[in-house]
């Protein structure tokens, strides 16, 4: 299975875009989606339009779609909207490509910062954005397209965790040091869950820490707790929610994700950072405005 990874060059491929999106989120309406013309115009206006193409085949297999923007009085970004990898394509670091791809062309627009946003109860995602590409987040969006979102989504609000990539900061170059790695889990958790698997639930969430790094866990894979329970999947949603909500205005960071199996089963936790000037030098925000 190898790849190339490229900007579209035609209209085709904006529309093999349209159709890669229908499929990944099973958006079910020919209506909801990326429409190809817009594509067409941020990729010529300072935009990131990239597909990665099966090198035996041509077909493009997964792509990534972002244009130029900028919050008020915050410094211009790259907004990156959507990528999406076919699922017999995951986890061959496409996706990580891709974004890596994308870093390249801001750096060398001058940008410092890309955004995009993520639903921080599926794991694949939080891994690559918070582990593998080292990015961050500290603010948390609730149900922002309401919960009927194509089959990916369906069941549950859509709420986003957004990230920021600050493309210049140290910590992309360092790699985190195996003191780091053991001193993480010796961090205080947010919750207590008991169970395995689909049925592992939150019993106890604790609001109140204030050690420097805290594990806040999400569940090692939400989709069979979907499948299974909805009620459960729901009560993940809820209680991950007021947990984020609440260290972030204390002034937590969550810094990165780990997941390790544990007794044959994944258990996956975000792990939060208290903020200090050293932190955001390192992350590379000291001085920019978001
Ligand atoms: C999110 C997505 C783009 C990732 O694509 P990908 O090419 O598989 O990503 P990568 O292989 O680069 O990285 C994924 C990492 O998550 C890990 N992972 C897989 N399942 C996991 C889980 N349940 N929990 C934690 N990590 C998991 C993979 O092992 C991999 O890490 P590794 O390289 O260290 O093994 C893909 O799953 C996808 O298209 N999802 C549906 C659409 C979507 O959510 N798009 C993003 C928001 S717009």
């Given at each position: 299975m190898t790849f190339t990874i490229?900007?579209?060059q035609t209209y085709d491929e904006l529309m093999a875009i349209y159709h890669l999106q229908q499929e990944i989120w099973g958006l079910g309406d020919p209506n909801l989606g990326l429409y190809p013309p817009i594509l067409n115009t941020m990729a010529k206006n300072g935009g990131v339009v990239l597909g990665a193409f099966d090198d035996e085949t041509g077909r493009m297999v997964a792509f990534l779609v972002g244009f130029l923007g900028r919050e008020p009085g915050g410094p211009l970004k790259l907004c990156s909207q959507t990528m999406g990898v076919l699922k017999e394509w995951r986890r061959y670091g496409i996706a990580e490509a891709l974004k890596r791809v994308q870093r390249e062309r801001i750096i060398a627009e001058g940008l410092s910062l890309m955004t995009w946003t993520y639903d921080p109860l599926e794991g694949p995602n939080a891994h690559l954005n918070l582990h593998k590409l080292r990015a961050i987040s500290r603010t948390y969006l609730c149900d922002i397209y309401g919960s009927n979102f194509g089959a990916l989504n369906a069941?549950?609000?859509?709420d986003r965790l957004q990230v920021e990539w600050w493309v210049n900061g140290t910590r992309l170059e360092n790699e985190p040091d195996d003191e780091y790695e053991a001193e993480i889990w010796d961090s205080p958790p947010v919750f207590e869950t008991k169970g395995e698997g689909t049925t592992r639930r939150i019993i106890r969430a604790d609001l109140s820490l204030d050690a420097n790094t805290l594990l806040l866990e999400t569940p090692g894979d939400i989709h069979p707790i979907k499948a299974a329970d909805m009620e459960l999947a729901l009560d993940w949603r809820l209680k991950v929610r007021n947990a984020f909500e609440k260290y972030f205005a204390k002034g937590y960071i969550a810094v990165d994700f780990i997941?390790?199996?544990?007794?044959g089963e994944r258990r996956n936790r975000y792990v939060l950072?208290?903020?200090?000037?050293?932190?955001?030098?390192?992350?590379?925000?000291?001085?920019?405005?978001?």
């Amino acid at each position: 299975m190898t790849f190339t990874i490229r900007d579209i060059q035609t209209y085709d491929e904006l529309m093999a875009i349209y159709h890669l999106q229908q499929e990944i989120w099973g958006l079910g309406d020919p209506n909801l989606g990326l429409y190809p013309p817009i594509l067409n115009t941020m990729a010529k206006n300072g935009g990131v339009v990239l597909g990665a193409f099966d090198d035996e085949t041509g077909r493009m297999v997964a792509f990534l779609v972002g244009f130029l923007g900028r919050e008020p009085g915050g410094p211009l970004k790259l907004c990156s909207q959507t990528m999406g990898v076919l699922k017999e394509w995951r986890r061959y670091g496409i996706a990580e490509a891709l974004k890596r791809v994308q870093r390249e062309r801001i750096i060398a627009e001058g940008l410092s910062l890309m955004t995009w946003t993520y639903d921080p109860l599926e794991g694949p995602n939080a891994h690559l954005n918070l582990h593998k590409l080292r990015a961050i987040s500290r603010t948390y969006l609730c149900d922002i397209y309401g919960s009927n979102f194509g089959a990916l989504n369906a069941g549950l609000p859509t709420d986003r965790l957004q990230v920021e990539w600050w493309v210049n900061g140290t910590r992309l170059e360092n790699e985190p040091d195996d003191e780091y790695e053991a001193e993480i889990w010796d961090s205080p958790p947010v919750f207590e869950t008991k169970g395995e698997g689909t049925t592992r639930r939150i019993i106890r969430a604790d609001l109140s820490l204030d050690a420097n790094t805290l594990l806040l866990e999400t569940p090692g894979d939400i989709h069979p707790i979907k499948a299974a329970d909805m009620e459960l999947a729901l009560d993940w949603r809820l209680k991950v929610r007021n947990a984020f909500e609440k260290y972030f205005a204390k002034g937590y960071i969550a810094v990165d994700f780990i997941s390790a199996i544990e007794r044959g089963e994944r258990r996956n936790r975000y792990v939060l950072q208290r903020s200090t000037p050293e932190l955001l030098a390192e992350i590379g925000i000291a001085g920019e405005k978001l």
